[in-house]
Protein backbone atom coordinates (compact mmCIF):
# COMPACT_ATOMS: atom_id res chain seq x y z
CA UNK A 1 0.00 0.00 0.00
CA UNK A 2 2.85 2.30 0.95
CA UNK A 3 4.21 2.14 -2.62
CA UNK A 4 0.70 2.68 -4.30
CA UNK A 5 0.14 5.82 -2.02
CA UNK A 6 4.25 6.55 -3.36
CA UNK A 7 3.56 6.00 -7.40
CA UNK A 8 0.31 8.65 -6.65
CA UNK A 9 -2.29 6.04 -7.08
CA UNK A 10 -5.46 6.94 -5.34
CA UNK A 11 -5.98 4.42 -2.40
CA UNK A 12 -9.65 3.79 -1.79
CA UNK A 13 -11.89 1.45 -0.66
CA UNK A 14 -12.34 0.22 -3.76
CA UNK A 15 -8.22 0.19 -4.11
CA UNK A 16 -7.51 -2.14 -0.68
CA UNK A 17 -10.32 -4.56 -1.12
CA UNK A 18 -8.56 -5.22 -4.99
CA UNK A 19 -5.34 -5.32 -2.82
CA UNK A 20 -6.78 -7.63 -0.04
CA UNK A 21 -9.08 -10.20 -2.67
CA UNK A 22 -5.96 -10.81 -4.67
CA UNK A 23 -3.13 -11.69 -2.00
CA UNK A 24 -5.63 -13.71 -0.51
CA UNK A 25 -6.07 -15.51 -4.14
CA UNK A 26 -2.49 -15.89 -4.69
CA UNK A 27 -1.84 -17.35 -1.44
CA UNK A 28 -4.60 -19.46 -1.80
CA UNK A 29 -3.43 -20.75 -5.12
CA UNK A 30 0.07 -21.35 -3.80
CA UNK A 31 -1.22 -23.31 -1.17
CA UNK A 32 -3.33 -25.61 -3.60
CA UNK A 33 0.33 -26.77 -5.02
CA UNK A 34 2.16 -26.89 -1.70
CA UNK A 35 -0.10 -28.53 0.86
CA UNK A 36 0.42 -31.94 2.01
CA UNK A 37 -2.70 -32.88 2.34
CA UNK A 38 -5.30 -33.28 -0.86
CA UNK A 39 -8.31 -32.03 1.56
CA UNK A 40 -6.83 -29.07 2.48
CA UNK A 41 -5.66 -28.39 -0.90
CA UNK A 42 -9.25 -28.43 -2.13
CA UNK A 43 -9.95 -26.12 0.20
CA UNK A 44 -7.72 -23.81 -0.75
CA UNK A 45 -8.82 -23.81 -4.39
CA UNK A 46 -11.92 -22.96 -3.11
CA UNK A 47 -11.30 -19.91 -1.25
CA UNK A 48 -9.52 -19.12 -4.46
CA UNK A 49 -12.34 -18.87 -6.59
CA UNK A 50 -14.43 -17.30 -3.63
CA UNK A 51 -11.56 -14.48 -4.15
CA UNK A 52 -11.27 -14.58 -7.68
CA UNK A 53 -15.69 -14.40 -7.85
CA UNK A 54 -15.10 -10.92 -5.46
CA UNK A 55 -12.78 -9.69 -7.99
CA UNK A 56 -15.10 -10.00 -10.36
CA UNK A 57 -18.31 -8.59 -8.59
CA UNK A 58 -15.53 -5.26 -8.78
CA UNK A 59 -15.11 -5.31 -12.40
CA UNK A 60 -18.88 -5.15 -12.02
CA UNK A 61 -19.16 -8.97 -13.84
CA UNK A 62 -21.92 -10.37 -11.47
CA UNK A 63 -23.05 -12.93 -13.86
CA UNK A 64 -19.60 -14.11 -13.90
CA UNK A 65 -19.00 -14.00 -10.14
CA UNK A 66 -22.07 -16.00 -9.28
CA UNK A 67 -21.31 -18.64 -11.77
CA UNK A 68 -18.19 -19.60 -10.85
CA UNK A 69 -19.65 -19.74 -6.64
CA UNK A 70 -22.47 -21.76 -8.09
CA UNK A 71 -20.89 -24.10 -10.66
CA UNK A 72 -17.46 -24.32 -9.29
CA UNK A 73 -17.56 -24.04 -6.03
CA UNK A 74 -21.24 -25.98 -5.50
CA UNK A 75 -20.70 -28.21 -7.16
CA UNK A 76 -17.67 -29.10 -9.29
CA UNK A 77 -15.48 -28.48 -6.25
CA UNK A 78 -17.78 -30.49 -3.74
CA UNK A 79 -17.70 -33.36 -6.03
CA UNK A 80 -13.72 -33.34 -6.06
CA UNK A 81 -14.00 -33.11 -2.35
CA UNK A 82 -15.75 -36.15 -1.60
CA UNK A 83 -13.90 -37.64 -4.67
CA UNK A 84 -10.08 -37.32 -2.59
CA UNK A 85 -11.88 -37.87 0.69
CA UNK A 86 -13.04 -41.15 -0.60
CA UNK A 87 -10.03 -42.49 -2.10
CA UNK A 88 -6.81 -43.97 -0.27
CA UNK A 89 -4.25 -41.37 -2.05
CA UNK A 90 -0.67 -42.34 -1.32
CA UNK A 91 0.76 -38.80 -0.75
CA UNK A 92 4.31 -39.55 -1.05
CA UNK A 93 3.97 -41.63 -4.27
CA UNK A 94 2.33 -38.66 -5.60
CA UNK A 95 4.74 -36.27 -4.63
CA UNK A 96 7.73 -38.30 -5.94
CA UNK A 97 8.36 -36.63 -9.12
CA UNK A 98 7.95 -33.02 -7.98
CA UNK A 99 11.66 -31.74 -8.21
CA UNK A 100 12.28 -33.88 -11.36
CA UNK A 101 8.98 -32.07 -13.26
CA UNK A 102 9.81 -28.58 -11.50
CA UNK A 103 11.96 -26.91 -14.12
CA UNK A 104 9.18 -27.88 -16.79
CA UNK A 105 6.71 -25.94 -14.34
CA UNK A 106 8.84 -23.06 -14.00
CA UNK A 107 8.93 -22.27 -17.68
CA UNK A 108 5.35 -22.88 -18.12
CA UNK A 109 5.22 -20.35 -15.11
CA UNK A 110 7.31 -17.86 -16.95
CA UNK A 111 5.63 -18.61 -20.05
CA UNK A 112 2.43 -17.43 -18.57
CA UNK A 113 3.63 -14.80 -16.67
CA UNK A 114 5.32 -13.16 -19.73
CA UNK A 115 1.89 -13.16 -21.80
CA UNK A 116 0.31 -12.01 -18.67
CA UNK A 117 3.03 -9.28 -18.89
CA UNK A 118 2.37 -8.61 -22.74
CA UNK A 119 -1.17 -8.47 -22.88
CA UNK A 120 -0.87 -6.16 -19.57
CA UNK A 121 1.46 -3.44 -20.82
CA UNK A 122 0.15 -3.17 -24.68
CA UNK A 123 -3.29 -3.08 -23.36
CA UNK A 124 -5.69 0.31 -23.76
CA UNK A 125 -7.03 -0.13 -20.07
CA UNK A 126 -8.08 4.09 -19.76
CA UNK A 127 -10.60 3.38 -22.51
CA UNK A 128 -12.39 0.15 -20.72
CA UNK A 129 -12.22 2.32 -17.25
CA UNK A 130 -14.28 5.14 -18.98
CA UNK A 131 -16.37 2.91 -20.84
CA UNK A 132 -20.49 3.36 -19.52
CA UNK A 133 -22.00 1.09 -16.96
CA UNK A 134 -25.04 -0.73 -18.75
CA UNK A 135 -28.23 -0.04 -17.40
CA UNK A 136 -29.41 -3.52 -15.74
CA UNK A 137 -26.23 -4.48 -15.17
CA UNK A 138 -24.02 -7.08 -16.40
CA UNK A 139 -26.45 -10.21 -16.30
CA UNK A 140 -29.61 -8.75 -17.76
CA UNK A 141 -26.99 -7.69 -21.00
CA UNK A 142 -25.56 -11.57 -21.10
CA UNK A 143 -29.47 -12.78 -21.03
CA UNK A 144 -30.74 -10.14 -24.03
CA UNK A 145 -27.61 -11.37 -26.17
CA UNK A 146 -27.81 -15.15 -25.40
CA UNK A 147 -31.25 -15.04 -26.54
CA UNK A 148 -31.17 -12.61 -29.31
CA UNK A 149 -27.83 -12.11 -31.45
CA UNK A 150 -25.98 -15.97 -29.99
CA UNK A 151 -29.77 -17.66 -29.26
CA UNK A 152 -28.59 -20.34 -32.44
CA UNK A 153 -24.62 -20.90 -30.68
CA UNK A 154 -26.48 -21.03 -27.17
CA UNK A 155 -28.69 -24.11 -28.53
CA UNK A 156 -25.70 -25.81 -29.94
CA UNK A 157 -23.73 -25.48 -26.80
CA UNK A 158 -26.37 -26.95 -25.46
CA UNK A 159 -27.30 -29.95 -27.59
CA UNK A 160 -23.51 -30.67 -27.25
CA UNK A 161 -23.56 -30.96 -23.63
CA UNK A 162 -26.70 -33.10 -23.77
CA UNK A 163 -24.71 -35.87 -26.16
CA UNK A 164 -22.03 -35.17 -23.61
CA UNK A 165 -24.77 -36.14 -20.11
CA UNK A 166 -26.03 -39.28 -22.79
CA UNK A 167 -22.56 -40.49 -23.45
CA UNK A 168 -21.30 -40.83 -20.00
CA UNK A 169 -24.14 -42.15 -18.96
CA UNK A 170 -24.01 -45.08 -21.75
CA UNK A 171 -20.83 -45.32 -20.88
CA UNK A 172 -21.53 -46.05 -17.14
CA UNK A 173 -24.27 -48.98 -17.79
CA UNK A 174 -22.34 -50.78 -20.56
CA UNK A 175 -22.40 -54.39 -19.43
CA UNK A 176 -19.62 -56.24 -18.36
CA UNK A 177 -19.33 -59.86 -17.99
CA UNK A 178 -16.92 -60.00 -14.64
CA UNK A 179 -19.30 -56.62 -13.35
CA UNK A 180 -22.37 -57.61 -11.03
CA UNK A 181 -25.53 -55.88 -10.64
CA UNK A 182 -28.54 -56.56 -9.51
CA UNK A 183 -32.18 -56.48 -11.46
CA UNK A 184 -34.58 -54.69 -9.08
CA UNK A 185 -37.59 -55.42 -11.51
CA UNK A 186 -36.47 -59.41 -10.42
CA UNK A 187 -36.18 -59.02 -6.91
CA UNK A 188 -39.85 -57.25 -6.77
CA UNK A 189 -41.54 -60.08 -8.86
CA UNK A 190 -39.87 -62.96 -7.05
CA UNK A 191 -42.86 -65.30 -5.04
CA UNK A 192 -42.02 -67.11 -2.09
CA UNK A 193 -42.20 -70.05 -3.62
CA UNK A 194 -38.60 -69.69 -5.86
CA UNK A 195 -37.10 -68.23 -2.78
CA UNK A 196 -38.52 -71.21 0.25
CA UNK A 197 -39.55 -75.14 -0.49
CA UNK A 198 -41.02 -76.63 2.93
CA UNK A 199 -39.84 -80.39 2.83
CA UNK A 200 -42.19 -83.33 4.54
CA UNK A 201 -39.42 -85.71 6.25
CA UNK A 202 -40.15 -88.34 9.47
CA UNK A 203 -38.36 -87.48 12.28
CA UNK A 204 -35.37 -89.30 13.60
CA UNK A 205 -34.73 -90.01 17.20
CA UNK A 206 -32.26 -87.95 18.56
CA UNK A 207 -28.85 -89.45 20.04
CA UNK A 208 -30.36 -89.53 23.79
CA UNK A 209 -33.44 -91.35 22.81
CA UNK A 210 -31.67 -94.05 20.71
CA UNK A 211 -29.26 -94.90 23.79
CA UNK A 212 -32.20 -95.62 26.18
CA UNK A 213 -33.92 -97.41 23.71
CA UNK A 214 -30.93 -99.67 23.30
CA UNK A 215 -30.29 -99.85 27.27
CA UNK A 216 -33.90 -101.11 27.96
CA UNK A 217 -34.51 -103.96 25.54
CA UNK A 218 -38.20 -104.49 26.74
CA UNK A 219 -39.03 -101.57 24.88
CA UNK A 220 -39.57 -102.02 21.38
Not at 35 to 46: D, I, K, S
Not at 52 to 77: D, H, K, N, P
Not at 98 to 105: K, N, S, T, V
Not at 169 to 176: D, E, K, Q, W, Y
Request: with cysteine; proline share 5%.
Amino acid sequence: MRLIVEAGLPLDTQSVLFIVFAVCTLLAGLRVITARNPVHAVLFLVLAFFSSACLWMQLRAEFLAIVLILVYVGAVMVLFLFVVMMLDINIDRTRAGFWRHLPAALLVAIAIALQLWLVLSHGSWQSLAEAPVLRGGNTGALGRLAFTDYLLPLQVAGAVLLVAIVAAIALTLRHRKDARHQNPAEQVAVRPSDRLRIVQMPSEPGPAAAAGAAADPTKG
